[in-house]
């Protein structure tokens, strides 16, 4: 009998507190002070991208995304979500602002479940009651790129994701999501390096650099720039793993499709599965929701 085996990898985001991450070590180098940036744009686009949300009871409810930047719905589009977990292809909010040099713009992305009067799902670490303490509140800088808030660079349980677990409560429609956050201007690239990342760093504006490996080592500039490294200075990443979770950096870039973060312990479990011997037998995996429970 042929046996074929599919690999299932399952990340699995495990918070230790007991490991301590000195994270200032691991940042970017120190850029030059920009006192002028020449030609800086007028405007930019900050774009939200949601990658995927999961429900931590596993129940499979309707969900809906509402999302605020700088106080305004910037919801590009409208959709619900059924299930219990969903992989969102496509940003789903934009907003344009003038650009002024360190301005620092408020984001509020909550999740609603679907019904005759819709209800918060908790999706952050906050502590309170209603959507005040189930929103994800965040402040993201227009010239570095980078957020702080209920999320943060080096924050434990992964950059760009949180979780309704994080407030200790696990009984208030806990999700967890992933996301992104980045800008985009007319004529010029939608990599993750700002305008003033790339002036910085000696680059041309105009150009993208996302996938580009500027340094040669080994890993591209998109990766470096969003957790601290300087995508223009070499580093060893093969020899840093920051998180001590088994995987260094070059790993975790090769991971990130999953999520991965190199500040946050990642483990991922490989699965086997088996081909069914008959083509009227469904193949011999292990159901999606025990994969959540691993």
Not at 29 to 39: F, I, K, M, R, V
Not at 55 to 66: A, G, I, K, P, W
Not at 201 to 209: D, F, I, Q
Not at 226 to 247: F, I, Q, R, T, W
Request: hydrophobic letters at 35%; charged letters at 25%.
């Amino acid at each position: 009998m042929k046996r074929k085996f599919v690999v299932l990898m399952i990340l699995v985001s495990m918070i230790i507190p007991s490991v301590t991450i000195d994270f200032h070590s691991n940042a970017r180098n120190e850029l030059p002070a920009q006192t002028a940036l020449s030609g800086e744009p007028d405007t930019v686009t900050i774009v939200v991208h949601v990658m995927r949300e999961r429900c931590l009871s596993l129940n499979d409810q309707t969900v809906y995304f509402t999302i605020l930047i700088d106080g305004v719905n910037s919801m590009w589009w409208n959709q619900t979500f059924t299930g219990c977990d969903n992989e969102i292809e496509w940003p789903m909010a934009y907003h344009e602002v003038d650009y002024e040099e360190g301005k620092e713009i408020p984001i509020q992305i909550s999740l609603w479940k679907q019904g005759p009067i819709s209800t918060p799902c908790d999706i952050s670490g906050a502590e309170g009651d209603y959507a005040y303490g189930k929103t994800l509140t965040i402040f993201y800088n227009l010239t570095t790129g980078e957020w702080y808030g209920d999320d943060y660079l080096g924050d434990p349980s992964g950059y760009g994701h949180c979780s309704g677990f994080e407030d200790g409560n696990y009984d208030e429609d806990d999700y967890e999501i992933w996301f992104d956050i980045y800008e985009a201007t007319e004529g010029w690239g939608e990599d993750r390096l700002t305008y003033w990342d790339k002036l910085a760093y000696g680059l041309n504006a105009s150009r993208e650099y996302g996938d580009v490996d500027l340094d040669g080592d080994g890993i591209p500039c998109d990766w470096e720039d969003k957790y601290g490294y300087n995508p223009v200075v070499a580093e060893d990443h093969a020899s840093l793993d920051p998180d001590n979770d088994g995987l260094d950096n070059v790993e975790e870039w090769k991971t990130s499709e999953w999520h991965s973060d190199p500040f946050a312990q990642d483990v991922f479990v490989e699965v086997d599965g088996m081909k069914a011997k008959h083509p009227w037998q469904d193949d011999y995996m292990l159901p999606r929701e025990s994969q959540y429970m691993i």
